[in-house]
């Protein structure tokens, strides 16, 4: 064994791990699983038979980058903290501050209170809009309520918002590409009501009633799956050949880097593991996006949703995060696996990410 310890297999050649006997010979060391798979790894002058059990396999993890927080849920995060710090509890957050259990629980205990209706929070209070973004009515009532909003909206979907408004005012009609109730539909939809039109799959192209055709254009939610948006899009394009779009894409930077770490990535892997919570739809689309490419797949909040029989010591395991998922979680995960199956953790960097957002204007001004 002090000649070629298991790890010098490995580097040597990485599908070793899954071997069983290494020979060393005058001319080389040879290597065989079973019967028939034969190969010679390197030379040496002695000879010797050196017998490898299970302790020689090891669970690999593939730790892809970019993953987890984003810019908008980055600031969406530091602002309702900086406003329980400067305000003090309670705060008021309009929907979940970002679509992750773990989060919205640990502001919930430093006092922050989720609501789902403006008229939940008492007059005069401090109310924060979440990342995903409010609609003209909401900001209005919460105004009449003399409530002292924070926005933490992210930018981008500002960005859409905007768009939703200039097409609206042009007198397009605007398919929105999203998904029915989510939180960002709803704002996004609340800037024009009567000129947005919701899509959620490529049949919905089909079925669509639009007044007049040469003024229509199209939006999507940020946190769609690429691809199934493509799909769709090519649908309006061939049914509307017209159809206007805004020049910069609508799913956000985050979303599309982190769908490419996976889709280039788990091909190498046996499983995939996604740290988010199962409301989150980028999230969502990122289990979506292993399982379609054959992959076992899971989702999970924590390493508390992992179940230790869908795992073996020989698998090579993908380990991503959601945009709205704390690296911590993925640290514990790591952890988990580690602990059971001996795992080691490999990083593999498919885009460098180095966005940031500033936060809300009035929390500015409250920290200079
Ligand atoms: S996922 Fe994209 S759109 Fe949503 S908060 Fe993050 S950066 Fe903004």
Known sequence: MSELSPNRVRRLEPSA???????????????????????????SPSQRTINFCDSVLRMKIILAAPRGFCA????????????LE???????????????????????????????????????????????????????????????????????VTK?????????????????????????VIGTMGEAPEAILLVEDEDGVDTLEVADESKLAYLTQTTLSVDDANRIITRLRKRFPGIASPPKDDICYATQNRQE??????????????????????????????????????LIDSPDDLDQADFSKGDTVL???????????????????????????????????????????SLRVLNN
């Open 17 to 43: 791990v899954i071997l069983w006997e290494v020979r060393l010979s005058q001319t080389g060391y040879s290597a065989k699983k079973g019967s028939g798979w034969h190969t010679t790894l390197h030379t």
């Open 86 to 156: 400067r305000f003090g509890p309670p705060v008021y957050v309009y929907h979940e501050i970002v679509h992750n259990q773990y989060v919205v629980n640990s502001f919930r205990d430093r006092g922050a209170v989720f609501v789902e209706q403006i008229d939940e929070v008492p007059e005069g209070s401090v109310l924060l809009f979440s990342a995903h973004g409010v609609s003209p009515e909401v900001r209005q009532a919460a105004k009449a309520r003399n409530l002292n909003a924070i926005d933490a909206t992210c930018p981008l």
């Open 72 to 83: 908008g849920v980055n600031m969406a995060i530091t602002s309702l903290d900086l406003t």
């Open 319 to 361: 380990l991503t995060a959601g945009a709205s998922a704390p690296e911590s979680l993925v640290q514990e995960t790591i952890t988990w696996l580690v602990d059971l199956f001996d795992a080691t953790v490999e990083v593999k960097q498919i885009r460098e990410e180095s966005v940031q957002f500033p936060l809300p204007k």
């Open 261 to 298: 770490a996976v889709r280039i990535l788990s091909d190498d892997a046996d499983t995939v593991v996604v740290v988010g919570s199962q409301n989150s739809s980028n999230s969502q689309r990122l289990k979506e996006l292993a399982a379609e490419s054959g992959q076992k797949a899971f």
């Open 160 to 184: 859409v918002h905007l768009e939703a408004i200039k097409y609206a005012k042009a007198g397009y009609t605007i398919i929105l590409i999203g998904h029915d109730g989510h939180d960002e």
